[in-house]
């Protein structure tokens, strides 16, 4: 078990190495979106996003019929009790 003397040691040592990693590194500044173009990737993302989340509910409901059944009828009812 470490005594007293040696976490505050150790505890002093750490707040320096913050202190110097904190003065070294400048944040640098984030730059805004300006173009559309910039937003092309993030939907071309999304859209490869959706194709892997179709392949997985039809693996999903190949694999385990009875639960996509069962998770199909709960969202029916939720949606029909909601009217």
Known sequence: ???KAELETELAQLKAQ???NSTSKDPE???ALSTE???QPELELSEDML???AKELETFAKEKPMI???AVFLVGYVVGRAR
């Open 51 to 53: 194709k892997d989340l």
């Open 68 to 70: 996509t059944l069962l």
């Open 18 to 20: 913050l202190a110097a």
């Open 29 to 31: 500044p984030t730059e």
């Open 1 to 3: 078990m470490a005594t």
């Open 37 to 39: 173009g910039e937003t």
